[in-house]
């Protein structure tokens, strides 16, 4: 069983940047991040393969966060930069094993990772 931490949610104002950390106990081929915004549906935000040569954004966040991986420390990372009141909610990081597809981001789902952290709270005012 994969052990998933997360860790650097807070609050800031539209503009500023936080950075999100994620560690990682266990083996683990593709990861993602997700958020959930009160009242809606969890949704994917990011994603990256074992060797972080692979990534993929949902349209929202391009070029503004950026999901990397630190093999060697066992975590993930998402750096999320001029953010938006709409980036607030509580974002989570998934794992899983298999490798057997790629996980785009806008199109993955809950039953595509195996592993959960509890999440971390982003919260962007304006």
């Known amino acids: 069983q994969v052990h998933l931490v997360e860790s650097g949610g807070g609050s800031v104002q539209a503009g500023g940047s936080l950075r999100l950390s994620c560690i990682v106990s266990?083996?683990?081929?593709?990861m993602g991040w997700f958020r959930q915004a009160p009242g809606k549906e969890r949704e994917g935000v990011a994603s990256?393969?074992?060797?972080?040569?692979?990534?993929d954004y949902v349209d929202s966040v391009k070029g503004r966060f950026t999901i990397s991986r630190d093999n060697y420390k066992n975590t993930l990372y998402l750096q999320m930069n001029n953010l938006r009141p709409e980036d607030t909610g509580v974002y989570y990081c998934?794992?899983?094993?298999?490798?057997?597809?790629?996980?785009?981001?806008?199109?993955?789902?809950?039953?595509?990772?195996?592993?959960w952290g509890q999440g971390t709270q982003v919260i962007v005012s304006t």
């Open positions: 266990g083996y683990t081929y593709f």
């Open positions: 990256i393969s074992r060797g972080g040569d692979w990534t």
């Open positions: 998934a794992g899983e094993p298999y490798g057997r597809a790629f996980r785009y981001a806008a199109s993955m789902g809950p039953t595509d990772f195996d592993s």
